[in-house]
T-cell receptor
Framework: DGGITQSPKYLFRKEGQNVTLSCEQN?????MYWYRQDPGQGLRLIYY???????QKGDIAEGYSVSREKKESFPLTVTSAQKNPTAFYLC????????????FGQGTRLTVV | QQPVQSPQAVILREGEDAVINCSSS?????VHWYRQKHGEAPVFLMI?????EQKGHEKISASFNEKKQQSSLYLTASQLSYSGTYFC??????????FGTGTRLTVIP
């Protein structure tokens, strides 16, 4: 079955450590996105990528980094520079053409202690 | 670039109607609507492309006014299963999907 997979579902890290969240899709989509969601809040765009080896900053990119070495994979690293990293992180993908449905992964809940 | 949604929250009794609005300060290529249940991923409802079309599926429909850069989601005869947070997503160019802050809808018996 085609879909988008995020792992792990829950992640705990100590303050000051970098952590990488995985996002893999087998839908052959060109575009991939990372969103952050805080309790009772909307989805805020962190980074997006339209094609392999290229990505753009969203509204809240500070303290995060990404890579897009393969079409299927778009990992997000939460660095120690991110002031308040505890949140629910959602990855999504969509075909290149505009106006196409975005498919979401099940999310990773990151807790930094 | 984030679109603005209103209202932030609404409580309905079963059978009542609701309208959720979404507006952008930029010209839009399309508007997406999603519903998210607590702790789950957002689920796609519909996409509206520029051209002022209206779409619907059973008791949930939406309109898109390209000139005003606004979209509205209409929920009629609400059911308990409609409860959740509704997000509009807007495209101002290819592959740059931005979501609003969401509208929390609660349907009570």
């Amino acid at each position: 079955d085609g879909g988008i997979t995020q792992s792990p579902k829950y992640l705990f890290r100590k303050e000051g450590q970098n952590v990488t969240l995985s996002c893999e899709q087998n839908l052959n989509h060109d575009a991939m996105y990372w969103y952050r969601q805080d309790p009772g809040q909307g989805l805020r765009l962190i980074y997006y990528s339209q094609i392999v080896n290229d990505f753009q900053k969203g509204d809240i990119a500070e303290g995060y980094s990404v890579s897009r070495e393969k079409k299927e994979s778009f990992p997000l690293t939460v660095t120690s520079a991110q002031k308040n990293p505890t949140a629910f992180y959602l990855c999504a993908s969509s075909p290149t053409a505009w106006g196409a449905e975005a498919f979401f992964g099940q999310g990773t809940r990151l807790t930094v202690v | 670039q984030q679109p603005v949604q209103s209202p932030q929250a609404v409580i309905l009794r079963e059978g009542e109607d609701a309208v959720i609005n979404c507006s952008s300060s930029k010209a839009l290529y399309s508007v997406h609507w999603y519903r998210q249940k607590h702790g789950e991923a957002p689920v796609f409802l519909m996409i509206l492309l520029k051209g002022g079309e209206q779409k619907g599926h059973e008791k949930i429909s939406a309109s898109f006014n390209e000139k005003k850069q606004q979209s509205s989601l209409y929920l009629t005869a609400s059911q308990l299963s409609y409860s959740g947070t509704y997000f509009c997503g807007t495209e101002t160019g290819a592959n740059n999907l931005f979501f609003g802050t969401g509208t929390r809808l609660t349907v009570i018996p």
